[in-house]
């Protein structure tokens, strides 16, 4: 039989938002070595040429994602201290 009941753990929640905090950081140190591995390929590897330009096309584009997942992880944790004062807020009229 199903339950009317609404439980929402307010420790699992904050856990939750710590931990894409943390993967968000980690992801974004990702990116950075990502792109100093491209940088290395570009000037140690294909130095010129049609793939040199195309490589340099590419890491232009992947260093638009620097500091962006962060950056979006952080506001999913801000997001979960929001949902959790607004559920206690609204709790209040309930019991």
């Known amino acids: 039989m199903a339950s009317n009941e ?5 420790d699992y929640c904050r856990a939750m938002g ?6 968000g950081e980690e992801l974004d140190q990702l990116i950075v070595d990502y ?22 096309s590419y890491i232009n584009y992947v260093k638009k994602l620097n500091k962006k997942i962060g950056s979006i992880s952080t506001s999913t944790k801000t997001q979960i201290e929001n949902f959790l004062s ?3 807020a609204e709790d209040q009229y309930l019991f």
């Open 18 to 23: 710590s931990y894409f905090t943390k993967q």
């Open 86 to 88: 607004r559920v206690d």
């Open 35 to 56: 792109i100093s591995i491209l940088q290395d390929v570009k000037n140690k590897g294909i130095t010129s040429g049609d793939v040199s330009n195309a490589l340099s």
């Open 6 to 10: 609404l439980i929402i753990d307010d």
